[in-house]
T-cell receptor
Framework: QQQVKQSPQSLIVQKGGISIINCAYENTAFDYFPWYQQFPGKGPALLIAIRPDVSEKKEGRFTISFNKSAKQFSLHIMDSQPGDSATYFCAASIETSGSRLTFGEGTQLTVNP | NAGVTQTPKFRVLKTGQSMTLLCAQDMNHEYMYWYRQDPGMGLRLIHYSVGEGTTAKGEVPDGYNVSRLKKQNFLLGLESAAPSQTSVYFC????????????FGSGTQLSVL
């Protein structure tokens, strides 16, 4: 049972464009929603995270939008750069349960020069 | 500052062989996790630990065992490897609090023939 569904599987964007990756979750008890970035041959690394008390969080070119009623959250990458080419994973957890992250399936982003 | 170190980086096993993957962290984190990563399936939690001497099952625990004898080490064992266990394995430790973050190792690529 996949509790966090991520789309699209792959995404190709031109340099300077906006990359948008979406995630939907089922468990309303989730209260922590991070995004992880993974480069080939490396482990995932935290990019940005949000908790459900806010609807948006921005860090540089990266923004998370969160819609609690729709049980959806998304990652927006503004002014996408070739260096952003990586696999992105959304995730969700319940912080009082040992914070076991449930990951989405991943999105392979390619930013063309 | 090494962070999270996994050994070995690559391993090829024959069906039925056993092996142990070692994870070491130098950040004094209580929580540690073992994930497996398969194409199109994201990262799935195998086992986790909330402190020295404790372990718990994750989403896909069958065929694996773990031990946390020392706070800095988390071992993942395969007693009788199967081809279905061919995967990339990631260990992570967790920094708790408002600035919560998982720190991942660089992964172990395991092939079971």
């Amino acid at each position: 049972q996949q509790q966090v569904k991520q789309s699209p599987q792959s995404l190709i964007v031109q340099k300077g464009g906006i990359s948008i990756i979406n995630c939907a979750y089922e468990n309303t008890a989730f209260d922590y929603f991070p995004w992880y970035q993974q480069f080939p041959g490396k482990g995932p690394a935290l990019l940005i995270a949000i908790r459900p008390d806010v609807s948006e969080k921005k860090e540089g070119r990266f923004t998370i939008s969160f819609n609690k009623s729709a049980k959806q959250f998304s990652l927006h990458i503004m002014d996408s750069q070739p260096g952003d080419s990586a696999t992105y994973f959304c995730a969700a957890s319940i912080e009082t349960s040992g914070s076991r992250l449930t990951f989405g399936e991943g999105t392979q982003l390619t930013v063309n020069p | 500052n090494a962070g999270v170190t996994q050994t070995p980086k690559f391993r090829v096993l024959k069906t039925g062989q056993s092996m142990t993957l070692l994870c070491a962290q130098d950040m004094n984190h209580e929580y540690m996790y073992w994930y497996r990563q398969d194409p199109g399936m994201g990262l799935r939690l195998i086992h986790y630990s909330v402190g020295e001497g404790t372990t718990a099952k994750g989403e896909v625990p069958d065929g694996y065992n773990v031990s946390r004898l020392k706070k800095q080490n988390f071992l993942l064992g395969l007693e009788s490897a199967a081809p279905s266990q061919t995967s990339v394995y990631f260990c992570a430790s967790r920094r708790t609090g408002l600035d919560e973050k998982l720190f991942f190792g660089s992964g172990t690529q395991l092939s079971v023939l």
